[in-house]
């Protein structure tokens, strides 16, 4: 029994080594990304909140189902992890992680499409390395419709000094009111 052990063990230590997984994790179809953070390894992280008028719109489509207005649709679809940039006007990134491929680390993303996106605007683009963070979340002027920026796209890339850096498109959602719940 003890040799069966052994080449058990044998066989799945060289595939386990060349598929390493660092996984950032995933917002799901109920939640946004609006925070991003990179560890002290390099790995990145998203953080995700329900803000109010994602939850608006998922509590309309669901009223509307339950009055007969036709089959449940989901407001928010999520495709599986992929070796992508989500860069379509209605998506966003909604899970992290990296997978070794043998050679490197590469990112993988989950992509999120919301019809509520079409009114998202750019916010700014920004570099995080190692041990940075940012985080965007409910944002609101007096006198004017509040807004919950979101992390929409994360690109993996090398700089100058041969650093991973993740470079990270930041967009505007309208959004009118505060109430929100952490995931």
């Known amino acids: 029994m003890r040799v069966l052990v052994r080449v058990v063990f044998l066989v799945f230590v060289p595939y386990s ?6 996984d ?15 560890d002290d390894k390099g790995s990145p992280k998203l953080s995700c909140l329900i803000p109010p008028c994602l939850l608006d719109d998922l509590i309309t489509s669901e009223n509307m189902r339950y009055q007969g207005h036709g089959e449940r649709q989901p407001l928010v679809k999520c495709k599986s992890f992929k070796e992508v940039v989500c860069s379509g006007e209605l998506q966003w990134t ?10 490197h680390n590469v990112l993988n993303t ?7 996106m079409s009114r998202s605007q750019l916010v700014r683009t920004i570099f995080l390395g ?3 963070s940012y985080e965007g979340g409910f ?18 890339s090398v700089n100058g000094d041969n650093r991973i850096q993740y470079i990270v498109t930041v967009h505007r959602l309208p959004c009118a009111s505060a109430r929100m719940r952490s995931k």
């Open 139 to 156: 944002h609101e002027k007096p006198g004017h419709i509040g807004g919950f920026d979101l992390i929409k796209e994360v690109r993996k």
């Open 24 to 38: 950032g994790g995933t917002c799901g179809t109920d939640a946004i990304p609006y925070r991003i953070s990179v």
């Open 17 to 22: 080594q060349t598929n390493v997984i660092h």
């Open 110 to 116: 989950v992509c999120c499409s919301y019809p509520g």
């Open 130 to 132: 190692q041990d940075d």
């Open 94 to 103: 909604g899970g992290l992680k990296e997978i070794n491929n043998g050679t």
